[in-house]
Protein backbone atom coordinates (compact mmCIF):
# COMPACT_ATOMS: atom_id res chain seq x y z
CA UNK A 1 0.00 0.00 0.00
CA UNK A 2 1.75 3.29 -1.14
CA UNK A 3 0.51 4.98 2.36
CA UNK A 4 2.67 7.82 3.76
CA UNK A 5 1.46 7.78 7.53
CA UNK A 6 0.12 4.04 8.48
CA UNK A 7 -1.30 5.26 12.33
CA UNK A 8 -3.24 8.34 11.77
CA UNK A 9 -5.75 9.30 13.88
CA UNK A 10 -8.59 12.33 14.18
CA UNK A 11 -11.13 13.03 16.74
CA UNK A 12 -14.54 12.37 15.68
CA UNK A 13 -16.97 14.88 16.69
CA UNK A 14 -17.71 13.61 20.13
CA UNK A 15 -13.90 13.66 20.57
CA UNK A 16 -13.42 9.40 20.02
CA UNK A 17 -10.75 8.83 18.35
CA UNK A 18 -10.63 7.17 15.11
CA UNK A 19 -7.92 5.36 12.83
CA UNK A 20 -7.14 6.45 9.06
CA UNK A 21 -4.64 6.20 6.64
CA UNK A 22 -3.60 8.29 3.54
CA UNK A 23 -1.63 8.00 0.49
CA UNK A 24 -0.06 11.21 -1.14
CA UNK A 25 -0.08 11.74 -4.88
CA UNK A 26 2.16 13.85 -4.50
CA UNK A 27 2.32 18.32 -5.39
CA UNK A 28 0.81 17.85 -9.11
CA UNK A 29 -2.42 15.74 -7.35
CA UNK A 30 -6.25 16.10 -8.64
CA UNK A 31 -7.54 16.28 -5.90
CA UNK A 32 -8.48 14.08 -2.72
CA UNK A 33 -10.91 11.04 -2.35
CA UNK A 34 -12.24 9.81 0.91
CA UNK A 35 -13.20 6.43 1.09
CA UNK A 36 -15.65 4.57 3.20
CA UNK A 37 -15.72 1.28 3.74
CA UNK A 38 -19.00 -1.15 4.37
CA UNK A 39 -20.19 -3.45 7.13
CA UNK A 40 -17.79 -5.63 8.75
CA UNK A 41 -14.80 -3.92 6.65
CA UNK A 42 -11.68 -1.65 7.30
CA UNK A 43 -10.03 0.57 5.20
CA UNK A 44 -6.52 -1.15 4.72
CA UNK A 45 -8.86 -3.93 2.74
CA UNK A 46 -9.06 -0.77 0.22
CA UNK A 47 -5.36 -1.00 -0.42
CA UNK A 48 -5.82 -2.13 -4.43
CA UNK A 49 -7.65 1.36 -4.03
CA UNK A 50 -5.56 3.77 -2.99
CA UNK A 51 -2.56 2.32 -5.26
CA UNK A 52 -4.61 2.91 -8.05
CA UNK A 53 -5.98 6.23 -7.36
CA UNK A 54 -2.81 7.35 -6.26
CA UNK A 55 -1.23 6.10 -9.75
CA UNK A 56 -3.80 8.07 -11.36
CA UNK A 57 -2.71 11.40 -9.14
CA UNK A 58 -5.48 12.02 -6.58
CA UNK A 59 -4.04 11.92 -2.57
CA UNK A 60 -6.52 8.36 -1.39
CA UNK A 61 -7.75 8.65 2.21
CA UNK A 62 -10.40 7.06 4.47
CA UNK A 63 -10.94 5.87 8.14
CA UNK A 64 -11.82 2.59 10.02
CA UNK A 65 -15.76 3.15 11.04
CA UNK A 66 -16.70 3.35 14.67
CA UNK A 67 -16.67 -0.90 15.66
CA UNK A 68 -14.18 -1.30 12.85
CA UNK A 69 -10.41 -2.00 12.37
CA UNK A 70 -8.15 -0.34 14.50
CA UNK A 71 -10.10 1.86 16.11
CA UNK A 72 -10.78 1.12 19.18
CA UNK A 73 -14.14 -0.03 20.60
CA UNK A 74 -15.89 -3.04 20.85
CA UNK A 75 -16.84 -4.55 17.23
CA UNK A 76 -19.73 -3.88 15.43
CA UNK A 77 -21.70 -1.69 17.93
CA UNK A 78 -21.99 1.65 17.03
CA UNK A 79 -25.20 4.45 17.06
CA UNK A 80 -25.43 5.41 13.09
CA UNK A 81 -25.75 9.05 14.01
CA UNK A 82 -22.65 8.91 15.10
CA UNK A 83 -20.95 7.27 11.98
CA UNK A 84 -22.76 10.29 9.94
CA UNK A 85 -21.17 12.73 12.01
CA UNK A 86 -17.59 11.17 11.90
CA UNK A 87 -17.89 11.27 8.14
CA UNK A 88 -18.75 15.47 8.23
CA UNK A 89 -15.33 15.92 10.27
CA UNK A 90 -13.24 13.42 8.41
CA UNK A 91 -13.94 15.64 5.33
CA UNK A 92 -12.94 18.22 7.38
CA UNK A 93 -9.95 17.17 8.26
CA UNK A 94 -9.27 15.91 4.56
CA UNK A 95 -9.79 19.51 3.38
CA UNK A 96 -7.70 21.27 5.90
CA UNK A 97 -5.06 18.94 4.69
CA UNK A 98 -5.82 19.46 1.19
CA UNK A 99 -7.12 23.21 1.27
CA UNK A 100 -6.80 23.94 -2.19
CA UNK A 101 -7.86 20.66 -3.95
CA UNK A 102 -11.61 19.40 -4.65
CA UNK A 103 -12.51 16.29 -2.20
CA UNK A 104 -15.08 13.63 -3.41
CA UNK A 105 -15.75 10.31 -1.14
CA UNK A 106 -16.47 6.96 -2.52
CA UNK A 107 -18.93 4.86 -0.35
CA UNK A 108 -19.35 1.71 0.07
CA UNK A 109 -22.70 -0.23 1.60
CA UNK A 110 -22.94 0.75 4.96
CA UNK A 111 -20.49 3.49 4.07
CA UNK A 112 -22.45 4.29 0.96
CA UNK A 113 -25.59 4.77 4.01
CA UNK A 114 -23.48 7.12 5.56
CA UNK A 115 -22.87 9.12 2.96
CA UNK A 116 -26.73 9.83 1.66
CA UNK A 117 -27.93 10.30 5.30
CA UNK A 118 -24.71 12.77 5.27
CA UNK A 119 -25.57 14.63 2.38
CA UNK A 120 -28.86 15.19 2.84
CA UNK A 121 -28.38 16.84 6.38
CA UNK A 122 -25.66 19.27 5.72
CA UNK A 123 -27.11 22.07 3.29
CA UNK A 124 -24.37 23.01 0.92
CA UNK A 125 -21.82 19.93 1.11
CA UNK A 126 -18.07 20.93 0.83
CA UNK A 127 -17.38 18.28 -1.37
CA UNK A 128 -17.29 18.35 -5.40
CA UNK A 129 -19.09 14.94 -6.04
CA UNK A 130 -20.17 11.49 -4.32
CA UNK A 131 -19.47 8.32 -6.02
CA UNK A 132 -22.17 5.48 -3.81
CA UNK A 133 -21.22 1.84 -4.58
CA UNK A 134 -23.90 -0.77 -3.57
CA UNK A 135 -26.08 1.68 -1.40
CA UNK A 136 -28.47 -0.69 1.10
CA UNK A 137 -31.98 0.75 0.11
CA UNK A 138 -33.69 -2.31 0.16
CA UNK A 139 -32.09 -5.90 1.25
CA UNK A 140 -32.37 -9.27 -0.92
CA UNK A 141 -33.04 -11.06 2.44
CA UNK A 142 -35.39 -8.62 4.76
CA UNK A 143 -35.75 -9.95 7.95
CA UNK A 144 -39.20 -11.10 9.44
CA UNK A 145 -41.44 -8.26 11.93
CA UNK A 146 -40.67 -10.98 14.66
CA UNK A 147 -36.71 -10.61 14.20
CA UNK A 148 -37.07 -7.08 13.88
CA UNK A 149 -39.20 -6.93 17.16
CA UNK A 150 -36.43 -8.96 19.24
CA UNK A 151 -33.99 -7.13 18.35
CA UNK A 152 -35.69 -3.38 19.31
CA UNK A 153 -36.67 -5.11 22.75
CA UNK A 154 -32.83 -6.07 23.11
CA UNK A 155 -31.65 -2.71 21.97
CA UNK A 156 -33.17 -0.84 25.02
CA UNK A 157 -32.15 -4.31 27.64
CA UNK A 158 -28.58 -5.10 25.94
CA UNK A 159 -27.85 -2.60 23.40
CA UNK A 160 -24.39 -3.52 23.26
CA UNK A 161 -24.10 -6.56 23.19
CA UNK A 162 -22.51 -8.44 19.84
CA UNK A 163 -24.98 -10.74 17.96
CA UNK A 164 -24.02 -12.69 14.81
CA UNK A 165 -24.54 -10.21 11.69
CA UNK A 166 -22.27 -10.95 8.72
CA UNK A 167 -22.41 -12.25 5.13
CA UNK A 168 -20.46 -14.90 3.87
CA UNK A 169 -17.41 -14.38 1.73
CA UNK A 170 -18.94 -16.05 -1.20
CA UNK A 171 -22.20 -14.22 -1.79
CA UNK A 172 -20.02 -10.61 -1.58
CA UNK A 173 -17.32 -11.04 -4.21
CA UNK A 174 -16.51 -13.65 -7.30
CA UNK A 175 -12.71 -13.32 -6.50
CA UNK A 176 -12.04 -16.57 -4.57
CA UNK A 177 -8.68 -14.78 -3.44
CA UNK A 178 -10.37 -12.24 -1.79
CA UNK A 179 -13.10 -14.42 -0.88
CA UNK A 180 -10.33 -17.03 0.82
CA UNK A 181 -8.35 -13.47 2.49
CA UNK A 182 -11.66 -12.64 4.09
CA UNK A 183 -11.98 -16.13 5.93
CA UNK A 184 -8.90 -15.73 7.35
CA UNK A 185 -8.75 -11.85 8.51
CA UNK A 186 -9.04 -11.27 11.74
CA UNK A 187 -10.00 -7.22 11.26
CA UNK A 188 -12.85 -9.02 9.38
CA UNK A 189 -15.89 -9.34 11.94
CA UNK A 190 -19.67 -10.43 11.19
CA UNK A 191 -20.85 -9.02 14.58
CA UNK A 192 -23.48 -6.38 15.40
CA UNK A 193 -24.86 -4.77 17.97
CA UNK A 194 -28.71 -4.21 18.54
CA UNK A 195 -28.40 -0.46 18.88
CA UNK A 196 -26.54 -0.74 15.60
CA UNK A 197 -28.74 -3.13 14.38
CA UNK A 198 -32.35 -0.71 15.15
CA UNK A 199 -29.90 2.69 14.13
CA UNK A 200 -29.43 1.13 10.89
CA UNK A 201 -32.54 0.05 10.01
CA UNK A 202 -33.84 3.43 10.86
CA UNK A 203 -31.61 5.33 8.57
CA UNK A 204 -31.94 2.70 5.48
CA UNK A 205 -36.19 3.52 5.71
CA UNK A 206 -35.73 7.11 6.38
CA UNK A 207 -33.21 6.93 3.62
CA UNK A 208 -35.35 4.99 1.35
CA UNK A 209 -38.93 6.72 1.33
CA UNK A 210 -37.11 10.25 0.99
CA UNK A 211 -35.98 12.14 -1.86
CA UNK A 212 -32.25 13.38 -1.34
CA UNK A 213 -31.54 16.94 -2.57
CA UNK A 214 -28.34 17.63 -3.40
CA UNK A 215 -26.03 20.37 -5.21
CA UNK A 216 -22.70 18.24 -6.32
CA UNK A 217 -22.76 15.57 -8.95
CA UNK A 218 -23.74 11.70 -8.04
CA UNK A 219 -22.63 8.53 -9.06
CA UNK A 220 -24.50 5.42 -7.99
CA UNK A 221 -22.65 2.37 -9.05
CA UNK A 222 -24.87 -1.24 -8.55
CA UNK A 223 -24.33 -4.61 -8.28
CA UNK A 224 -26.46 -6.89 -11.09
CA UNK A 225 -26.25 -10.08 -9.30
CA UNK A 226 -25.73 -8.44 -5.70
CA UNK A 227 -26.48 -10.90 -3.24
CA UNK A 228 -26.94 -8.84 -0.10
CA UNK A 229 -28.75 -5.54 -1.12
CA UNK A 230 -31.77 -4.91 -3.65
CA UNK A 231 -30.21 -3.20 -6.55
CA UNK A 232 -33.06 -1.92 -8.33
CA UNK A 233 -34.20 -0.44 -4.65
CA UNK A 234 -31.13 1.60 -4.95
CA UNK A 235 -31.52 2.41 -8.71
CA UNK A 236 -35.05 3.56 -8.17
CA UNK A 237 -33.89 5.67 -5.04
CA UNK A 238 -31.13 7.15 -7.42
CA UNK A 239 -33.79 7.78 -10.03
CA UNK A 240 -35.72 10.25 -7.29
CA UNK A 241 -32.61 12.34 -6.42
CA UNK A 242 -32.84 16.06 -7.11
CA UNK A 243 -30.18 16.75 -8.68
CA UNK A 244 -28.46 18.47 -11.85
CA UNK A 245 -25.89 15.55 -12.68
CA UNK A 246 -26.39 12.08 -11.58
CA UNK A 247 -25.22 8.85 -13.06
CA UNK A 248 -26.48 5.35 -13.14
CA UNK A 249 -24.34 2.37 -13.44
CA UNK A 250 -25.19 -1.11 -13.40
CA UNK A 251 -22.05 -3.44 -13.49
CA UNK A 252 -23.06 -6.63 -15.12
CA UNK A 253 -22.90 -10.33 -13.32
CA UNK A 254 -21.03 -8.31 -10.49
CA UNK A 255 -21.64 -9.31 -6.75
CA UNK A 256 -21.98 -6.60 -3.87
CA UNK A 257 -18.50 -5.74 -2.87
CA UNK A 258 -18.26 -4.26 -5.99
CA UNK A 259 -14.25 -2.35 -5.26
CA UNK A 260 -13.19 -6.04 -4.60
CA UNK A 261 -14.87 -8.20 -7.58
CA UNK A 262 -13.45 -9.33 -10.75
CA UNK A 263 -12.99 -6.77 -12.79
CA UNK A 264 -12.50 -4.44 -10.05
CA UNK A 265 -9.46 -2.28 -11.88
CA UNK A 266 -11.73 -1.58 -14.42
CA UNK A 267 -14.31 0.04 -12.30
CA UNK A 268 -12.07 2.21 -10.50
CA UNK A 269 -10.40 3.64 -13.39
CA UNK A 270 -14.47 4.37 -14.20
CA UNK A 271 -14.56 6.15 -10.62
CA UNK A 272 -11.54 7.89 -11.50
CA UNK A 273 -12.51 8.93 -14.68
CA UNK A 274 -15.74 10.49 -13.33
CA UNK A 275 -13.83 12.44 -10.95
CA UNK A 276 -11.46 13.58 -13.32
CA UNK A 277 -14.66 14.59 -15.54
CA UNK A 278 -15.97 17.34 -12.42
CA UNK A 279 -12.77 19.03 -11.32
Known amino acids: MTLVARSCWFRGADGTLLHF ?12 IVLLHGLGEYVEKYREWFDRAVERGWHATGYDQRGHGDTPGRRGDFDFQ ?3 ADLGR ?6 DRYPDLPVFVV ?11 WSGGVGRLPVKGLVLSGPPLGLVEERPEWYRWGIRLLAKLAP ?7 TDPGRLTRDPERRAAAEDDPRIHRVMSPRAMVSTDRAMEAAREGTLQLDVPLLVLTADDDRVVDPEAARAWARRVEADDVTIERVPGAYHEL ?12 ILEWCDDRT
Open 21 to 32: DVADAGAAARGA
Open 107 to 117: AHSLGALVAIV
Open 259 to 270: LNDLGREALYDR
Open 82 to 84: DLV
Open 90 to 95: FVEVTR
Open 160 to 166: RVSLPRG
